[in-house]
């Protein structure tokens, strides 16, 4: 498969420092809020919005809300469906992703069945990515029926992780959950990284600078941030929060 034009934007930012990408949930947003947030994360340097979530993030609300972020931000807006309900068509790419350690194969080849030909008929780029799952897992754990990574067994992801490059995947995500109470332990980012060759994108429980710092030490390459942005209360505050998770980013 060719590399899109989304693809190509991440390998190539990539070349030259860590990645940032903010996840908005259709679910908890406003298309006024999301196109406000999306406008404040260009500003601060965010490198791309992910939109999506495991529940209620389909149809008109998720059109409507990934159009509001389109309209306020230049930035590539990435899908990151929780099933093929996820997909829009105003979105710039998708990352067809395989929820690799699920118990369900509806998550690992059904969904992405079901939605293949809406993705080619909207004309969205997919960016092919493993998915897994580690404890606690959150929402997306459960409904994903996943069997989560114990978090003191960092090689299973690892085997996990090589075993998406091996089947042609261009990038592997490490989810501990969004409002994970912990992000995905520094020493199974590690572990994953020196046994893969692909970008590494860590979520789920990141909420401040020092903990995406040690996650991008760790070997991170993109680090995923939802719910500590959902959290503020105000504009400044979201800039606050969007500027350390930033700094941390950038080492
Ligand atoms: C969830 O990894 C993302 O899919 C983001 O998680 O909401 O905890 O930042 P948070």
């Known amino acids: 498969m060719k590399i899109g034009k989304v693809e190509k934007y991440i390998l190539e930012k990539l070349e030259q420092k860590k990645l940032h990408f903010v996840l908005i949930d259709p679910d908890d947003t406003t298309p006024e809020d999301a196109n406000r947030l999306a406008k404040l994360c260009e500003e601060v340097g965010v490198d791309a919005i992910m ?3 495991s529940t209620g993030a389909e149809g008109d609300v998720l059109d409507s809300v990934v159009k509001a972020i389109k309209e306020g931000t230049s930035l590539p807006v990435i899908l990151f ?3 093929h309900g996820g997909i ?3 979105a710039d790419a998708i990352f067809f992703m395989s929820l690799l350690n699920s118990r369900n194969p509806f998550f690992i080849t059904g969904a992405q069945a ?7 008929k909207f004309g969205l780029e997919p960016i092919s990515m493993a998915y897994i799952i580690v404890e606690p897992g959150e929402t997306v754990g459960w409904v994903g029926d ?5 978090r ?4 299973i992801a690892a085997a996990y992780a090589l075993a998406g490059q091996y089947l042609g995947m261009r990038l592997v995500y490490l989810e ?3 409002g994970a109470p912990e992000p995905v332990p520094a020493e199974m980012v590690k572990i994953v990284r020196s ?3 692909i970008p590494l994108i860590v979520g789920g429980g990141i909420r401040s600078g020092e903990q995406a710092k040690r996650l991008v030490k760790a070997g991170a390459d993109i680090i995923v941030t939802g719910t500590a942005i959902e959290r503020t209360r105000s504009i400044e505050e979201a800039r606050k929060k969007l500027e350390d998770l930033r700094r941390g980013v950038s080492l």
Do not use: E
């Open 51 to 53: 939109v999506g979530g």
């Open 81 to 83: 469906p929780g099933s």
């Open 88 to 90: 829009s068509k105003y």
């Open 114 to 120: 079901l939605g293949a030909f809406t993705v080619k």
């Open 146 to 150: 996943a069997k989560p990574i114990p």
């Open 152 to 155: 003191h067994k960092p090689k």
């Open 176 to 178: 501990a959950g969004s």
């Open 195 to 197: 046994a893969i060759d």
